[in-house]
């Protein structure tokens, strides 16, 4: 009876498993380097490298801010102020033109830039998403509508959490293996390599794929929002964060107050708050209007969850309107603990690494439970493959995506920073480009993985994708001599250092991949090393 | 700012600890994490190490409460656990006398760390 139990549950763990792995692996890849989005932003944007931190007042920065924002977009929708903190330097400014009526929006009606917090002179910054690619890429794909996108992800993610329940049910050594692993040893290394990346970091992975459906949970889950709020999204959200609805234009022009003003207040207010007294960002709606509302968000985390406190004033006069406390903003924390818990938000420095390493056993474990379903079917096939026959197509097509999908990904995204240096400065759509370049790679490694799926292809494309990685600071230093690896770990920025280091660790591991991959095809050739024949005892299926 | 620096580190070295700890009590990785201790006193040590590690542990948990808050800081324990398993698991496989010195200097800090917080 159990045994029956353990082997339906192994099946169902096979193929929920190998039916997503692919998407899957771009999903936990982009996500894992999410946690450096900033950081990854900053590098990508060498402009910025030479910036000292500003150690001016919010007041003036928001000041210079809207000196900018006047002359960019008076009659704009709203405006935006990002303040800088301590991971990205420069003051963000952010504005959403106003439509006439009847006219269909787009993402064209957003624009953004990036000032010097300490002259209010726009930073001339290469045009790239940074991180945001891959935070973008990591819930909304890419080339696909958004909602679609989010359903697969979804899909994917539910597939994945059935994998981890069941994979912890047809486990049978979990405690006895918890430290194993036995390399050199054909489907018992993958096994093991699959068992101690899931299980070591498991607490990670059930958190991160929990959360991360819950994130879209009102996506997937729509039906209490169209009940309760017949269908009404933006109030439902709108009560949810104690957001109050922005006013709508009144069409009479207005002079706005101080903006540096308010800055000022909101410090005072929230004097002696956990988590410091700074604005995170501000929004300006209705800007010049008579019906202009400024809004003011606390910077800060109280623990796991951001500070959720914030200030709305009357943009005219200047009184405040609206205030989530410390009280009122209990709900608010309520609704973005899982956000907060799954983004790493709350996590400082050495948190954040966790969170990284983690995810990087994350894409192990996927990668090699893929790996794990071809070496057993190989087994299986052995004695028509020992006939001279090929491969069945089913495993000959899975072959073909492992490869593409685990071998191709680092190349892809190590062909995003290549682009980012590279591709010249005055091209248009320069951000598009260094993602279509991406894309560009992933989709020749696929065809090339189709055509040839063999081991001396794996060789290859790991090698590639690792030599890519490696050389990524030698690019640095050459094209861009002021954010060289030797300069950034004197002077700092050190997340650009940071980012140096961590592309080479990453390239020497998928180096050292290809080469054990080019070492166990010599022991294979020698019969007498073969897989020894006790290995169905600790097989799971 | 530096002091609290060290005390991750020293979650680390806990977690670490108590996890080798857990492994020398194991079928597989005792005689790798054994070796060098004379065979009177193995039968007790391997009763009596495993039980240790679980205060270590309870240790790290602790210690990283007081650091970052019950929230931040339960996960801030998991995290170090799994990046130290992960490290015991390499260093068992590919050098399982570094695993050793590892564990046996983590012990000696974390000995050490105590008597002198006893003193001062």
């Known amino acids: 009876m159990k045994d029956a139990f353990r082997a339906s549950m192994a099946w169902v763990h096979t193929w929920a498993g190998l039916l997503v792995c692919w998407v899957l692996l771009l999903i936990f890849a982009a996500g894992t380097a999410s946690y450096y989005r900033n950081e990854i932003t900053l590098w990508m944007q060498p402009e910025l490298h030479a910036i000292a931190p500003s150690q001016d007042s919010q007041a003036h920065m928001a000041e210079r801010a809207v000196i900018a924002l006047q002359q960019r977009s008076p009659d704009a929708k709203q405006w935006f102020i990002g303040f800088p903190n301590e991971r990205s330097q420069g003051l963000q400014i952010f504005w959403e033109d106003k439509l006439p009526p009847g006219v269909e929006p787009t993402r064209e009606r957003f624009h953004d830039e990036m000032l010097n917090p300490d002259t209010g002179l726009p930073l001339e910054v290469r045009e790239t998403k940074g991180g945001d690619f891959f935070y973008r890429l990591h819930f909304d794909l890419h080339y696909l509508p958004v909602t679609l996108a989010r359903w697969i992800v979804g899909f994917c993610a539910m597939f994945m959490l059935v994998a981890l329940i069941t994979g912890v049910i047809i486990h049978r050594r979990i405690f006895k293996d918890f430290f194993t692993f036995r390399p050199g040893k054909g489907q018992r290394s993958w096994l093991d390599a699959h068992n101690i990346t899931g299980v070591l970091a498991l607490p990670y992975h059930l958190m991160i794929t929990y959360t991360g459906l819950m994130l879209l949970m009102y996506l997937y889950m729509p039906t209490p929002i169209v009940v309760a709020y017949q269908g009404n999204n933006q109030a439902f959200f709108g009560e949810l964060f104690r957001e109050e609805p922005a006013p709508e234009p009144s069409g009479r022009p207005a002079t706005l107050t101080s903006i540096a003003g308010l800055v000022t207040e909101a410090q005072r207010i929230w004097q002696g708050a956990e988590g410091g007294a700074n604005v995170d960002h501000m929004h300006i709606n209705n800007p010049n209007d008579a019906a202009a509302s400024v809004s003011l968000d606390k910077a800060g985390n109280a623990g796991l969850i951001e500070s959720g406190m914030s200030l709305t004033f009357d943009g005219v006069s200047g009184k405040l309107l609206h205030e989530v406390d410390a009280e009122q903003r209990a709900v608010v924390q309520t609704a973005t603990a899982m956000r907060s818990l799954h983004e790493a938000n709350f996590a400082q420095p050495l948190l954040r690494a966790l969170f990284f390493i983690s995810g990087l056993g994350g894409c192990l474990m996927i990668a090699s439970g893929a790996v794990l379903w071809t070496v057993k079917k190989r087994q299986a096939q052995a004695k028509r493959l020992a006939s001279g026959l090929p491969p069945t197509w089913g495993l000959r097509l899975v072959e073909g995506l492992n490869l593409g999908a685990i071998a191709g990904l680092p190349i892809a995204f190590a062909t995003f920073f290549w682009a980012n240096r590279m591709l010249p400065m005055g091209l248009a759509a320069r951000e598009e480009w260094e993602i279509h370049c991406v894309f560009i790679a992933w989709a020749a490694v696929l065809l090339l993985a189709q055509w040839r799926p063999g081991r001396h292809m794996w060789q290859l494309m790991l090698w590639l994708g690792g030599l890519m990685w490696l050389a990524l600071p030698v690019l640095n230093a050459m094209l861009t001599p002021q954010s060289a690896l030797l300069t950034t770990l004197q002077h700092g920025p050190v997340a650009v250092a940071g980012f140096d280091i961590t592309a080479m660790l990453l390239g020497a591991a998928i180096c050292f991949a290809a080469w054990r991959t080019g070492k166990v095809r010599s022991q294979v050739r020698n019969p007498q090393r073969s897989a020894p024949p006790e290995l169905a005892e600790t097989e799971v299926a | ?120």
């Not at chain 2, 068992?92 to 917080?117: D, N, Q, V």
């Open chain 2, 1 to 120: 700012m530096m002091k609290s620096t060290w005390l991750y580190l020293v979650t680390f070295v806990l977690a670490y600890l108590g996890l080798a700890s857990l492994a020398y009590g194991m079928e597989r990785h005792h005689k790798q994490l054994a070796r060098g201790h004379a065979s009177s006193v193995l039968a007790a040590l391997k009763r009596a190490i495993p039980v240790a590690a679980w205060a270590w542990l309870f240790a790290a948990l602790y210690l990283a409460i007081r650091l970052e808050g019950a929230g931040p800081g339960s996960v801030l324990w998991l995290g170090n656990l799994t990046a130290a398993a992960m490290l015991l698991a390499l260093l068992l496989t590919y050098a399982p006398a570094l695993a050793r010195g590892l564990a046996m200097l983590s012990l000696s800090l974390i000995l050490i760390g105590m008597l002198g917080a006893y003193w001062v």
